[in-house]
């Protein structure tokens, strides 16, 4: 730890060392997210301190907070010696601003108070990294999206009134506008019910929690009786802080599934006769709300106190991830289907969203839901919160209706954010910072005509795994910061974002916040599979020697860009070198095989989502993790077979042939039925070779082996049967199944 201390302050002094002080582009401001027109003028004005007087208006109440924090700011009571001017025009969009540091005067026009913050914020930050007298400047700046959220799940793990305060403070120095509280869940009840106390005697804890992650075998679990509740003063005082922040808080009532913490304290609300508990492991349960004239009561009732708290414009309803088999073993479900003309149990959903739309609808409210809301029919008025990727949100936006994207390859910050082995314990997935930054929200192949629809994205924070605020900063923070340029900057540059990332980073590790840093971690680029011998690259965005050893023996020095060709197994060490300090190393250990040189494709590409390096990653010697399915090495097919054709160079002898599998079926992560194996001369008539049935196993990892095959080929072709359906009662149930695979090794 002490090395890589060393290494991140002597690499911020090498940046700044970098940036001439002639030149004033916006990698300089500090400002993030990046303006979208700026001129930091290489001349200082005669400003060498600022006097601001602020309305008493809730609306400035952070505004307020924020000038109290920052250097060579003195707030005053009236107008007098004021010499910052704050003033709403109306000729400027909404959330749009204008920042002038004149010869002697700072002014900030905004189209709304929000305009005003978000000026004020870029002051703030621009004065953090700069001495008096201040440059003179003109910024002219407006957001991309109208939509900029970010999302807290504090029903699996709950954070305290003054934790929810932190979040919202850090969102609003970034610029963002609507708080997406996820509030009911299986695992917890947070929100006060006045008519239904037993939400918070009983729904609002649980008995234990389950230990470790979901995909451990056996389940273990803490014996520590869990929870809490917020209160409607709390939920209000919240509310208040977030509005003068000018921050949305959109509160999510999920139905009709996660809804077993409700049932476990109103059992008649359920299908079957209980008794029910809030849960105690993380998931999908086959216990949801029956669509009764009770459970509507209940509902509407609920949604009468959640609306009378919680001023914003819109209510957030859930509606994924609901199994239908309660809804298909219930008598009553049945009748009601034939009763209303539905065509099944996704018309049964259909009907219970739009129910309740119109009820919510009818208290000047609308509705967002998430993407499974489609399924069925969408409800008149509903917005759509696409998480299952994009393809949701293109399906709502081409029937007209608004959508929040946010799909969990981009948008979901309880992924890992690093391949390094002592990351702490994530859901899964791979989501790095490069690949926040990079996101756009409006799906290239969406018509110009319905672009509009739109709204803009979401960072989504759910909590299995973060138990604490420290690793809940760990979690977003750096991700969240670039986030928040990719929702409100047009004009993206993730090299100048990174010299502005390292002031930022500064700024909340010097305030005790626990980010995570990672922006200069090597990754390795490792192009295998085209019938080559394996080479390997690092990527920075500075360049610099990189040092190499393999088996703790030296190996001379790479370049960051350079290839090198790994012709050696053993354990290869990369690490970077800057004037002789080194950076955190990453261990490759290369187990070369006769695939390794060969070329290798597949009958169905794997997903966008877990492609790795692409097809070579799985004959490339290095054999992927055995708890994290995300990153270079594991291949990951939705709902497909795994079909790979490996081309040898010539005819080549096959003793042995080994793969591997990831099981995570609380990820919906199943494996294979089985593996064949064929063999070819030409690449056109293949025979049959072996076929290995797959067991089913307790660990994470499933190595299917194919001994003393004894065979001669140019071609082989592997494949790996996709489970298929995922059954009912487990989760993603009625799904395709995920598979993911890893290291053919070639004996």
């Known amino acids: 730890m002490k090395c890589f201390q060393i290494f991140y302050l002597y690499l911020c002094m090498f940046i700044m060392i ?56 003195a707030l005053v009571t009236s107008p007098e010696g004021s010499n910052i001017t704050l ?63 970010m999302h807290l799940d504090v029903a699996r793990n709950f954070f305290t009134v003054a934790e929810v305060k932190k979040y919202l403070d850090f969102m609003a120095f970034y610029k963002y506008n609507a708080f997406h509280w996820h509030l009911t869940e299986d695992q917890g009840w947070r929100i006060e019910i006045k008519k239904y106390p037993k939400l918070q005697e009983i729904a609002a804890y649980r008995k234990e929690t389950l230990i470790g992650h979901y995909n451990d075998q056996p389940h273990q679990f803490d014996g520590k009786k869990y929870g809490g509740y917020y209160t409607q003063d709390d939920v209000k005082d919240i509310v208040a802080y977030a509005s003068e922040r000018n921050i949305d808080v959109i509160p999510e009532i999920e139905m009709p599934g996660h809804s077993l913490a409700a049932l476990a304290a109103y059992p008649e ?62 008598s009553f479900c049945q009748e009601l289907i034939k009763k209303e003309g539905l065509k099944d149990e996704h018309g049964l959903q259909s009907y219970f969203i739009t129910r309740m739309e119109k009820y919510i609808n009818s208290k000047g409210k609308q509705i967002i839901g998430w993407d499974e809301i489609l399924e069925g029919g969408l409800a008149p008025n509903a917005t759509v919160m696409s998480w299952r990727g994009i393809e949701g949100g293109l399906e709502a936006a081409r029937q007209n209706h608004d959508v929040i994207m946010t799909p969990g390859s981009h948008c979901y910050f309880d992924h890992y954010q690093s391949e390094n082995a002592n990351e702490p314990l994530a859901i899964g997935g791979y989501t790095p910072i490069e690949k926040v930054y990079a996101w756009q929200p409006i799906p290239e192949n969406l018509t110009a005509d319905k672009r509009k629809y739109i709204l803009g994205g979401q960072a989504n924070l759910w909590t299995e795994y973060i138990q604490n605020f420290s690793k809940l900063e760990y979690m977003a923070y750096a991700r969240g910061i670039a986030m928040s340029e990719a929702l409100w900057s047009k004009n993206k540059n993730y090299n100048a974002f990174l010299q502005r990332y390292e002031l930022h980073h500064g700024w909340w590790t010097a305030k005790g916040s626990n980010m995570a840093y990672h922006i200069y971690e090597l990754k390795p680029k490792i192009t295998a599979g085209v019938g080559k011998s394996i080479k390997v690259s690092f990527d920075l965005p500075i360049k610099t020697a990189i040092g190499h050893s393999i088996d703790k023996t030296l190996q001379p020095d790479m370049n960051s860009g350079e290839s090198f060709e790994i012709t050696q197994s053993g354990l290869h060490t990369f690490f970077t070198k800057i004037n002789g300090k080194e950076g955190t190393p990453i261990k490759l250990n290369f187990d070369l095989h006769k695939g390794t040189t060969a070329k290798i494709s597949f009958v169905n590409p794997p997903s966008e989502k877990y492609s790795g390096n692409g097809a070579g990653s799985i004959i490339n010697g290095i054999k992927g993790s055995n708890e994290k399915y995300g990153g270079s090495e594991w291949l990951g097919f939705e709902g497909t077979d795994a079909i790979a054709i490996v081309e040898f160079a010539k005819a080549t002898q096959i003793d042995e042939i080994s793969c591997r599998f990831f099981k995570g079926e609380g990820q919906w992560i199943y494996l294979p039925k089985k593996v064949t194996l064929e063999i070819s001369k030409d690449g056109n008539n293949y025979t049959p070779l072996q076929i290995n049935q797959v067991n089913t196993q307790d660990g994470k990892i499933s190595n299917v082996s194919f001994k003393n095959l004894q065979a001669s080929c140019k071609f082989l072709k592997i494949k790996a049967q996709n489970f298929g359906i995922i059954p009912e009662g487990a989760q993603g149930a009625s799904h395709g199944s995920w598979l993911f695979m890893d290291e053919i090794i070639i004996k």
């Not at 030149?23 to 930091?40: H, L, R, Y």
């Not at 400027?92 to 010869?103: C, G, H, T």
């Not at 006769?273 to 459970?295: N, R, S």
């Open 18 to 73: 970098l940036l001439p002080h002639s030149s004033f582009g916006q990698e300089k401001s500090g400002i993030i997210p990046a303006p979208a027109s700026m001129d930091i003028r290489n001349e200082k004005s005669q400003i060498d301190r600022l006097v601001l007087y602020v309305l008493e208006n809730p609306e400035y109440g952070y505004i307020k907070a924020l000038a109290r924090q920052t250097p060579g700011i």
């Open 87 to 149: 003033e709403i025009d109306g000729r400027i969009p909404k959330e749009a601003y204008e920042l002038y540091i004149e010869d002697k005067q700072v002014k900030i026009y905004g189209g709304s108070a929000a305009g005003l913050q978000y000026g004020f914020t870029s002051l703030h930050q621009l004065i953090l990294n700069r001495n008096f007298p201040l440059p003179k400047v003109v910024i002219k700046d407006n957001p991309e999206f109208s939509y900029r959220g």
């Open 269 to 330: 609300l359920g299908c079957g006769p209980g008794p029910y508990e809030v849960a105690t492991k993380w998931g999908v349960f086959e216990d949801v709300y029956c669509p009764t004239e009770k459970t509507f009561k209940f509902l509407e009732d609920v949604i009468d106190e959640v609306v009378s708290i919680f001023p914003g414009k819109y209510i957030h309803i859930g509606g994924d991830e609901c199994p239908k088999i309660a809804w298909k073993n219930s």
